[in-house]
């Protein structure tokens, strides 16, 4: 009798994770130090990579660590770490790094989406991606509608490789088309085509997350992407202080991300959300707004051979957080071993009650110990 009692529970757990929602959110670039430290005062009171000390940078610097970090990222900390689970703390025996041998963009996607590597994915440049995501694989199967990707950076449909794999793909400047929009995203479409963005690959992340909030109220997948891009480029700009109010502005959009899913019947407690971020940066004043392996100096990145000749160091670590009805609630979770940036695919399906071998068995397994 226990015995099938015990089977019958199985089976009710499964079938309660199986109806959830799954939204994987990624923040381009964002380092682990400034999620568990707050701002690196070195380089926030460096001239050059700090030219405006602004409100939210006078504020944060005049607070312990863990004040500032919980002012940097409320939503992050005050939300999430306390019904959640936060990894990559490395200051605290909390380990995760990528897999891939390059630490930087697409192979960090790739990594996220597909739950392997490639070592001949070893540049940003825009060529379809040989290997499958899992959202193509859900997007195949009859439960899943309206898959759909929303980035700043242009490259995601080469990394998604939306000519074979037909995923909704909304990135770079592109507009919003494809089904009847809302006044607000027709309105968004109004304004990205009249507002500059600094950048000629990566639109501003308002627009990313306001395009994929409207297709989220309008078509209501299952499952979705959203990839925020300024942390990374106003790194790579040098510009400390732009980086600090971006990642400011990225906790909002994903403070108001879940509030929008908790409002909606099809979402409310029935959403699981992970957030992971694509490679690290280094950890220094003269290199942190860099990243780039040792082995990536002879192709990609050999401009930063001469000056790095190690490569960034650390620019391989990263950091996730994750919440939902179906993920422990462990706060800041200590780690036994490294973990990988490659788990997280194999992770999102698991929590969608699906069975990562089926979609690769070649792909990384999950992260199980922050699943309930």
Not at 66 to 72: G, I, S, V, Y
Not at 344 to 363: C, H, R, S, V, Y
Request: charge should be positive; charged fraction near 20%; aromatic fraction near 10%.
């Amino acid at each position: 009798m226990k015995r099938y009692l015990s089977l019958i529970l199985c089976l009710i757990s499964f079938h309660s994770i199986a109806q959830n929602n799954l939204i994987l959110v990624t923040i381009d670039g964002l380092r682990w130090q400034e999620v568990f430290r707050g701002p690196q005062v070195e380089i926030a009171n460096d001239k050059d990579a700090t030219k405006h000390q602004t409100k939210l940078m006078k504020q944060l610097l005049t607070q312990p660590p863990q004040k500032a970090r919980e002012t940097l990222m409320p939503f992050l900390w005050t939300h999430l770490a306390t019904q959640g689970v936060i990894i990559g703390n490395r200051d605290s025996n909390s380990r995760m790094s990528v897999a891939n041998q390059w630490n930087f963009s697409y192979p960090g996607y790739s990594e996220i989406f597909t739950g392997v590597t490639n070592s001949k994915l070893n540049s940003n440049k825009k060529v379809n991606n040989p290997e499958f995501s899992f959202l193509e694989w859900l997007q195949n199967k009859r439960n899943y509608k309206h898959v759909a990707v929303f980035g700043s950076w242009d490259v995601f449909p080469y990394i998604l490789n939306t000519e074979r794999s037909k995923l909704h793909v909304n990135s770079g400047f592109a507009s919003a088309t494809g089904y009847d929009l809302s006044d607000k995203a027709a309105f968004l479409n109004e304004i990205q085509a009249q507002t500059p963005s600094p950048w000629a690959t990566v639109r501003l992340d308002t627009f990313t997350h306001n395009f994929a909030v409207e297709y989220l109220k309008k078509h209501k997948p299952r499952v979705m992407a959203i990839s925020y891009g300024e942390t990374d480029d106003f790194a790579h700009d040098g510009r400390y202080d732009h980086y600090i109010e971006a990642t400011r502005r990225t906790d909002r959009f994903i403070s108001d991300l879940w509030q929008q899913l908790q409002s909606m019947p099809e979402y409310k407690n029935k959403t699981n959300l992970l957030i992971v971020t694509d490679h690290g940066r280094g950890s220094n004043l003269n290199d942190w707004q860099h990243h780039a392996s040792k082995k990536s100096l002879s192709g990609y990145m050999k401009a930063l051979q001469q000056e790095f000749p190690e490569g960034i160091i650390g620019s391989e670590h990263i950091w996730m957080a994750a919440i939902g009805p179906d993920i422990k609630q462990l706060g800041q979770m200590k780690t036994s071993r490294e973990l990988k940036q490659s788990q997280i695919a194999a992770t999102a399906l698991t929590l969608l009650g699906e069975k990562p071998m089926k979609f690769n068995p070649k792909a990384a397994k999950a992260i199980v110990e922050i699943i309930k």
